[in-house]
């Protein structure tokens, strides 16, 4: 499934993720690519998120889940899992989970 945000309605889930994408967040010019990327890494069934930003678009590598209930709060928690190029020292992928902000 795709998935759809402009930066503002990105920015949200952790301003400053928005800066890694390209640097430690693979990111691709077509979806095709990101798809093929996400299968390569054992992904095959996750999101993929496209960006806009102001005169750009990229697509990236994502998992978009919703928990009822959330921490302490009860309130539901929209959270982002997204695959980084490293790997810990038990040769298994690091993954940034970023939450969105509280309002």
């Known amino acids: 499934m795709r998935i759809n945000y402009t930066l503002e309605e990105f920015k949200p889930f952790f301003p400053e993720v928005a800066n890694l994408i390209g640097s430690k967040i693979p990111a691709f010019i077509t979806e095709k690519e990101a798809r093929k990327h996400a299968a390569s890494i054992g992904w095959g069934t996750a999101d993929i998120i496209r960006l806009d930003k102001r005169f750009e678009r990229v697509y990236f590598v994502g998992?978009?889940?919703?928990?009822?209930?959330?921490?302490?709060?009860?309130?539901?928690?929209?959270?982002?899992?997204?695959?980084?190029?490293?790997?810990?020292?038990?040769?298994?992928?690091?993954?940034l989970t970023i939450r969105k902000a509280k309002k």
Do not use: M, S, W
């Open 63 to 95: 998992q978009r889940c919703t928990y009822a209930g959330g921490h302490a709060t009860g309130k539901d928690e929209e959270v982002i899992r997204i695959p980084l190029e490293t790997f810990d020292e038990t040769k298994a992928r690091n993954v």
